[in-house]
């Protein structure tokens, strides 16, 4: 058991060796690259970071600030998603823009820490540096709120957060999404969104022993994250007009009480008709 | 030889478990499916407009309307006792226990498409729509998985 430990450990220190670092991630931001707070409020709704991370006005449920958020119930435990309002001691305010992108692509703190993925790292991975550069512009300007975090209450072996260290060797690639060439700019838009901003896969591609979403069915349908939820349905192959109806409020077709409904929220209120349309070519172009 | 190893070590920390899907359709599932997605190509046609996609056409969204309002008197029908079974339906029992309140809901539909079978403007179409888009939900969330 010993041998298996120290074999798996230094596999896994090589390994690490030739993933970047944040300061790499810096560097590959367009030259002459000024973030702009605007774009990343697009970024903020494609990327649906108010799904979690919005502690609610019980005054109106689509408001609030982003210090907090949902209680994330799973088999493994319950994830308490963290203040990410620019307030220095208890957000995200101290944090240089190196932080953020390990944080986003790296799925780890500043301190080191490596974070759970049930903060959708692996695909905010595939994200441009731009996009996320905007991204923190704009949360950079949010109202500062001194919320402390709480702690992820997980059970035994999920709590061992130096596991997912090695997780991630496995199942977190860290490469930027490459547009297809020989499919349209409206199609290759839709798929960036659908693989890193939106991370659509998280909930609807199914995953394999080990948690990872399986790269062989992606969008066939999530796996049940708790005992009696729902999974998410099959969003491959689904006719273009049922993607567009899902991203549109005014269709009903999506209920309050689904987790999507914020998604369908954000996507009607915020994102273009165009990025709503390139979704669904992209996810209807798919096998079912 | 390391990285299967390394698996191994993850693989007696994680449970084991897969999901398999039946396909398994009756016609009253079929005749259901069919309906809805006939009234979500509806809605279509009359968000693009309301959202400025395409240019307003009253014609055009005053045939979508009033399609959905015929549809709409369909629904009270298509859920008859015994058909909510099977893997591929999302329809909860809770319909068969709930006939009279299914049914008010159904004719609220029906009557929001109604309204909105006489629009002159966009603003109208866009109110109205979000009005009528709100009696399908008003279902889904009590009736639907």
Same mark, same amino acid.
């Given at each position: 058991?010993?041998?298996?430990?120290?074999?798996?450990?230094?596999?896994?220190?090589?390994? $690490?060796?030739?993933?970047?670092?944040? *300061?790499? %991630?810096?560097?590959?931001? /367009?030259? &002459?690259? +000024?973030?702009? #707070?605007?774009?990343?409020?697009?970024?903020?709704?494609?990327?649906?970071?108010?799904?979690?991370?919005?502690?609610?006005?019980?005054?109106?449920?689509?408001?609030?600030?982003?210090?907090?958020?949902?209680?994330?119930?799973?088999?493994?435990?319950?994830?308490?998603?963290?203040?990410?309002?620019?307030?220095?001691?208890?957000?995200?305010?101290?944090?240089?823009?190196?932080?953020?992108?390990?944080?986003?692509?790296?799925?780890?703190?500043?301190?080191?820490?490596?974070?759970?993925?049930?903060?959708?790292?692996?695909?905010?991975?595939?994200?441009?540096? $731009?996009?996320?550069?905007?991204?923190? *512009?704009? %949360?950079?300007?949010?109202? /500062?709120? &001194?919320? +402390?975090?709480? #702690?992820?209450?997980?059970?035994?072996?999920?709590?061992?957060?130096?596991?997912?260290?090695?997780?991630?060797?496995?199942?977190?690639?860290?490469?930027?999404?490459?547009?297809?060439?020989?499919?349209?700019?409206?199609?290759?838009?839709?798929?960036?969104?659908?693989?890193?901003?939106?991370?659509?896969?998280?909930?609807?591609?199914?995953?394999?022993?080990?948690?990872?979403?399986?790269?062989?069915?992606?969008?066939?349908?999530?796996?049940?994250?708790?005992?009696?939820?729902?999974?998410?349905?099959?969003?491959?192959?689904?006719?273009?007009?049922?993607?567009?109806?899902?991203?549109?409020?005014?269709?009903?077709?999506?209920?309050?009480?689904?987790?999507?409904?914020?998604?369908?929220?954000?996507?009607?209120?915020?994102?273009?008709?165009?990025?709503?349309?390139?979704?669904?070519?992209?996810?209807?172009?798919?096998?079912? | 030889?390391?990285?299967?190893?390394?698996?191994?070590?993850?693989?007696?920390?994680?449970?084991?478990?897969?999901?398999?899907?039946?396909?398994?359709?009756?016609?009253?599932?079929?005749?259901?499916?069919?309906?809805?997605?006939?009234?979500?190509?509806?809605?279509?046609?009359?968000?693009?407009?309301?959202?400025?996609?395409?240019?307003?056409?009253?014609?055009?969204?005053?045939?979508?309307?009033?399609?959905?309002?015929?549809?709409?008197?369909?629904?009270?029908?298509?859920?008859?006792?015994?058909?909510?079974?099977?893997?591929?339906?999302?329809?909860?029992?809770?319909?068969?226990?709930?006939?009279?309140?299914?049914?008010?809901?159904?004719?609220?539909?029906?009557?929001?498409?109604?309204?909105?079978?006489?629009?002159?403007?966009?603003?109208?179409?866009?109110?109205?729509?979000?009005?009528?888009?709100?009696?399908?939900?008003?279902?889904?969330?009590?009736?639907?998985?």
């Amino acid at each position: 058991m010993v041998a298996v430990a120290a074999l798996t450990l230094s596999w896994a220190w090589l390994e $690490a060796r030739g993933r970047p670092d944040s *300061a790499q %991630l810096l560097d590959m931001a /367009p030259s &002459e690259f +000024s973030a702009d #707070s605007k774009r990343g409020e697009l970024v903020f709704h494609l990327g649906g970071c108010a799904d979690c991370h919005l502690v609610r006005d019980p005054e109106n449920p689509w408001f609030g600030t982003l210090a907090g958020g949902i209680r994330l119930e799973t088999s493994f435990g319950t994830f308490f998603p963290p203040n990410i309002t620019p307030d220095s001691a208890t957000g995200i305010g101290g944090w240089s823009q190196e932080d953020f992108l390990g944080a986003m692509v790296l799925g780890t703190g500043p301190d080191g820490r490596h974070y759970y993925p049930s903060f959708p790292y692996t695909s905010y991975a595939g994200s441009s540096i $731009a996009d996320l550069l905007d991204l923190k *512009a704009y %949360l950079d300007e949010q109202t /500062p709120v &001194e919320l +402390s975090n709480v #702690s992820h209450e997980l059970r035994f072996p999920y709590n061992v957060r130096s596991a997912i260290g090695l997780w991630k060797l496995f199942f977190h690639e860290i490469e930027p999404f490459r547009p297809n060439d020989s499919r349209s700019d409206e199609w290759n838009r839709g798929a960036y969104i659908v693989n890193t901003l939106g991370h659509c896969g998280v909930c609807h591609t199914p995953r394999n022993r080990f948690l990872a979403e399986r790269d062989d069915s992606p969008f066939s349908g999530g796996s049940p994250m708790s005992p009696g939820a729902k999974p998410a349905p099959a969003i491959a192959g689904l006719d273009n007009t049922e993607i567009l109806n899902a991203l549109d409020e005014w269709s009903g077709a999506v209920s309050e009480n689904s987790p999507m409904f914020l998604v369908t929220l954000a996507f009607s209120q915020h994102v273009s008709i165009a990025d709503s349309e390139a979704v669904a070519v992209y996810l209807s172009s798919l096998g079912p | 030889m390391k990285r299967i190893l390394a698996l191994a070590v993850l693989a007696v920390m994680m449970p084991s478990g897969s999901i398999s899907h039946l396909d398994s359709n009756t016609p009253e599932v079929v005749a259901r499916h069919q309906a809805m997605m006939f009234v979500g190509a509806q809605m279509r046609v009359l968000s693009q407009q309301a959202r400025g996609a395409v240019p307003f056409n009253s014609e055009q969204a005053n045939t979508s309307a009033a399609a959905i309002a015929v549809i709409a008197l369909t629904f009270p029908h298509l859920f008859p006792e015994g058909s909510i079974v099977g893997e591929n339906t999302d329809a909860l029992e809770s319909i068969l226990e709930n006939r009279e309140d299914f049914k008010v809901k159904s004719e609220a539909l029906g009557k929001a498409a109604s309204d909105l079978s006489d629009i002159g403007s966009v603003e109208q179409l866009s109110s109205g729509l979000a009005a009528l888009g709100q009696t399908c939900r008003s279902c889904h969330s009590l009736y639907r998985k």
